[in-house]
């Protein structure tokens, strides 16, 4: 007996301009959704966004264009290429007009990045690097905090007036 499988469906596919193919900024996904009343679309499963004019190429779970503002919002395991940089986050923001990335970790994590630093003696122009904001410090998060035990004692967070101070134990002992 023979078993056929089914083929997969296509992934769905977005050009978000009607600018020729290299200007066009791309989004491919397994499911999208269009909204033309709030002009946003929502792409799920696989996302993968390109957009050549700027040399972005990034994935993510989910992706939402909102054309009104020009701005992309991927969330779930975000990577953002462009030029030789990367970037991690959980939530990336892509400012088209600014050409600006903001980005958020998961909860108990940071974001990253990894950009391209030419050798001074080299005579290429120096690449650009995706700029990125970051929240301050103490920023709220997107997520709430884990539920606590009624009889659990709340954490105890130290400012950092009262932290000690450890000695230098270096292997390498300054002089």
């Known amino acids: 007996m023979r078993l056929r499988s089914r083929p997969r469906p296509p992934l769905a596919q977005t050009n978000v301009t009607n600018e020729p193919p290299d200007r066009a900024l791309t989004i491919r996904s397994d499911i999208q959704e269009a909204n033309s009343k709030t002009g946003v679309v929502t792409a799920r499963g ?9 040399q972005i190429q990034a994935t993510s779970a989910q992706a939402q264009y909102y054309s009104r503002e020009r701005r992309i919002v991927m969330t779930g395991n975000v990577y953002v290429l462009q030029e030789g940089n990367s970037l991690r986050g959980e939530v990336v923001t892509y400012l088209i007009d600014e050409g600006r990335f903001v980005a958020l970790p998961n909860i108990s994590q940071q974001v990253e990045s990894i950009y391209l630093v030419r050798d001074g003696s080299e005579t ?3 690449v650009l690097a995706p700029q990125l904001e970051l ?6 998060t997107l997520e709430p905090p884990p539920i606590l035990s009624p009889t659990a ?3 105890r967070i130290l400012p950092p007036a009262a932290l000690p101070i450890v000695p230098n134990r270096s ?3 300054t002089r």
């Not at 929240?135 to 709220?140: E, L, S």
């Open 171 to 173: 292997a390498f002992p």
């Open 46 to 54: 696989n996302v993968q966004v390109n957009y050549p004019a700027r």
């Open 153 to 155: 004692p709340p954490p």
């Open 135 to 140: 929240p301050p410090v103490n920023a709220p």
């Open 124 to 126: 290429k122009e120096p």
